[in-house]
């Protein structure tokens, strides 16, 4: 295995034959674990567990980044019986879902209904919980019910189209569309004119999105500054991991094609956005209680109440309106490239946090997060979001200097060498004392990395150091 870059501060136990300070021989427990997913933020996942202690990390599929901490293992996420005859075999203690396809699928509930599976335990809601993102009607209705804080909205199927008409006369533009169900990050339109938000929801309704766009969520538009907070929950206890904020546009200036964001992602597809800060300058003591009170609490209470086990992450997509936060979207693991950024900043052993979490004593674990600030800049390829080209070599990841390079759409080419695979192909996250430190260390390091048609933003984090 290759050495796991970490930052200043952190350490790794060695878990093999390792003595006491009575010199005594200690057998350490090894934990074997599996990490479901083949992008950035999977890498991000197995980077910091293959930091726990005894840890001994598989990636299913992986990339050419995840194997320099762990192993890959050529499995699809969405095959849950060779999901499970690898648990079996490798005697695999936890299992971390990264993307959300297999949640929405029902993999948790595979893994409680199977016998042989029960001492395995595993990251992420069960089927009807993993409906809060796979299903945006299913989410505004649970907000409703439990009082957290959200956009108006209307549900439009075509058996009530004149009616969901006469909803977007009635708000004000931008009129905002969003297909019900998974759409590959591009169930969503956000339009201007009320004529063309019309002519779209009816493209919607007849079949734009396939079945996803069979109901429509025409939501009020919100306006305001967006953050990503993520939710760590045993289905009672909760702790709030670093926020983050991403980059979704293309080009600088929040110029260009949408990236990711405000729609569901689906594995494989490799969007998300172009890069992310944490923590945020606006996300002040004040601002986060009012997330705890008035969305993290009212969602537990409300997953609680409806019998839904949730033992995971949950992404609160928000909107900080003069203080006060909506949820935009829910998402049920955690965001990429915000994971780039928030994996570095947590500390303590990242295996124990979840471990705890799926036994349901999350109180009992010590949590902790740097105080540094983490700036992530990701690298994609020349047309990306459209068409791109795969299979560029890459070059000048050897010379990279305190930074992790965590890649999101990379594998090995006949050689061995490293080439892309994606239309986000790696994110290089630094730290330092302030975003405008972090920012330099990465950008000098991302000049480093070659290969053709690179492209990335130049104005990461340029717009939080106004509010610092």
Not at 163 to 189: H, M, R, W
Not at 306 to 333: A, S, T
Not at 362 to 370: D, G, I, M, R, T
Request: aromatic fraction near 8%.
């Amino acid at each position: 295995m290759a050495k796991i870059i970490m930052y200043p501060g952190e350490a790794r136990k060695e878990t093999m034959n390792w003595k006491d300070a009575q010199g005594q021989h200690i057998t350490a427990v090894k934990r074997n674990i599996l990490v479901l997913g083949s992008g950035g933020r999977e890498h991000a996942l197995a980077w910091k567990l293959a930091q726990s202690e005894g840890a001994h990390v598989f990636i299913a599929p992986g990339n050419a980044g995840t194997a320099q901490v762990g192993v890959n293992v050529n499995i699809k996420p969405s095959d849950f019986e060779a999901v499970k005859d690898f648990c079996l075999k490798q005697e695999i203690n936890l299992v971390v879902v990264g993307p959300e396809q297999p949640l929405v699928d029902g993999i948790v509930d595979f893994f409680k209904q199977d016998e042989t599976l029960k001492s395995v335990k595993i990251i992420g809601p069960d089927k009807r919980g993993a409906q809060l993102e796979g299903s945006k009607a299913f989410a505004k209705d649970f907000m409703e019910k439990y009082g957290v804080p959200t956009a108006k909205c209307f549900k439009v199927n075509k058996d009530n189209l004149s009616e969901g008409c006469n909803f977007l006369e009635s708000v004000k533009a931008p009129y905002v569309l969003k297909a019900d169900g998974l759409a590959a990050g591009k169930g969503v339109l956000i339009l201007n004119d009320l004529q063309e938000a019309k002519n779209e929801l009816g493209k919607m309704l007849d079949g734009k999105f396939g079945a996803a766009s069979a109901t429509v969520v025409i939501e009020e538009f919100l306006k305001g500054i967006e953050v990503s907070v993520f939710v760590l929950t045993d289905g009672e206890h909760y702790v709030l991991l670093p926020e983050a904020k991403d980059y979704k546009r293309i080009g600088d200036g929040d110029k260009g094609l949408n990236t990711g964001g405000m729609g569901a992602v689906s594995p494989g597809l490799n969007t998300g956005g172009m890069g992310a800060v944490s923590p945020v300058p606006f996300c002040t003591t004040e601002f986060l209680n009012r997330v705890e009170e008035c969305i993290v609490k009212p969602t537990l209470k409300g997953l609680k109440a409806e019998g839904i086990d949730y033992k995971g992450f949950i992404f609160l997509g928000l909107m900080n309106d003069g203080c006060n936060p909506y949820v935009i979207e829910y998402n049920v693991r955690m965001g990429d490239p915000e994971t780039e950024a928030v994996m570095t900043r947590i500390e303590g052993d990242f295996a124990d946090l979840l471990m705890a979490c799926a036994d349901g004593r999350l109180n009992e674990v010590h949590y902790a997060k740097s105080d540094k600030t983490a700036v992530t800049v990701m690298m994609v390829s020349g047309g990306y979001p459209e068409a791109y080209k795969k299979g560029m070599k890459m070059s000048g990841l050897d010379n990279l200097k305190e930074v992790v390079a965590f890649h999101a759409g990379t594998a090995f080419d006949s050689e061995k060498d490293v080439v892309t695979a994606g239309g986000r192909v790696i994110a290089v996250t630094a730290h330092g004392d302030s975003i405008e430190e972090a920012r330099g260390i990465a950008y000098r390091e991302v000049e480093k990395i070659h290969f053709d048609g690179a492209n990335y933003r130049h104005d990461i984090g340029l717009d939080l150091m106004k509010m610092q």
